[in-house]
T-cell receptor, first 118, second 112 residues
Framework: DTAVSQTPKYLVTQMGNDKSIKCEQN?????MYWYKQDSKKFLKIMFS???????INETVPNRFSPKSPDKAHLNLHINSLELGDSAVYFC?????????????????FGPGTRLTVT | GQQLNQSPQSMFIQEGEDVSMNCTSS?????WLWYKQDPGEGPVLLIA?????ELTSNGRLTAQFGITRKDSFLNISASIPSDVGIYFC????????????FGGGTRLMVKP
């Protein structure tokens, strides 16, 4: 199946630990993203990344870092986990559908990873 | 930061009824996307809009890109129980590259 996949689906860990979430897309897209969804279901962009450029949302703590071994993978590393990091994290990828100065993108999401920090 | 105002926050309707939800912003967007999220799943793209005034349908769903480029609505006709979920609008600003800004979501509940 063509899709965006994430592992693990659930992650429970203690404060202070370091953890990673993996993401893979087989859609052939050039750009991948990480989003955080809080308990009120609000979706917030964390990173946008392609093989040329990393765009970081300035509100994301530097304990969070994306790592891309290749175009199809974008993993999220989180150091020194805090209680407030508990959330659902979504990976997404996109393709350009209307190229140009103000190009349009359609983003496709993975199933999410529910992170619980105790 | 930039936010989209999505309303209503929740709706509880009878099966068969039509549904309407909308998003507004103080900024101009060049793309509007509508997503649906089922419990425990990621958002799924329903409809994409690229031009001001554009009206697009996907089955019982219809969405429009507002003429001012600052708003969009989504209509669902003849709702069924499987329409239950959270619907999100998302917009792409001209100066934001490929970044999307999401609305707060509309939680739809359908009574059989």
């Amino acid at each position: 199946d063509t899709a965006v996949s994430q592992t693990p689906k659930y992650l429970v860990t203690q404060m202070g630990n370091d953890k990673s979430i993996k993401c893979e897309q087989n859609l052939g897209h050039d750009t991948m993203y990480w989003y955080k969804q809080d308990s009120k279901k609000f979706l917030k962009i964390m990173f946008s990344y392609n093989n040329k450029e990393l765009i970081i949302n300035e509100t994301v703590p530097n304990r969070f870092s994306p790592k891309s071994p290749d175009k199809a993978h974008l993993n999220l590393h989180i150091n020194s986990l805090e209680l407030g990091d508990s959330a659902v994290y979504f990976c997404a990828s996109s393709q350009v559908v209307r190229p140009g100065a103000f190009a349009s993108y359609e983003q496709y999401f993975g199933p999410g990873t529910r992170l619980t920090v105790t | 930061g930039q936010q989209l105002n999505q309303s209503p926050q929740s709706m509880f309707i009878q099966e068969g009824e039509d549904v309407s939800m909308n998003c507004t912003s103080s900024s101009i967007f060049n793309t509007w996307l509508w997503y649906k999220q089922d419990p425990g799943e990621g958002p799924v793209l329903l409809i994409a809009l690229y031009k001001a005034g554009e009206l697009t349908s996907n089955g019982r769903l219809t969405a429009q890109f507002g003429i001012t480029r600052k708003d969009s609505f989504l209509n669902i006709s003849a709702s069924i129980p499987s329409d239950v979920g959270i619907y999100f609008c998302a917009g792409q600003l001209n100066n934001a590259g490929n970044m999307l800004t999401f609305g707060g979501g509309t939680r739809l509940m359908v009574k059989p």
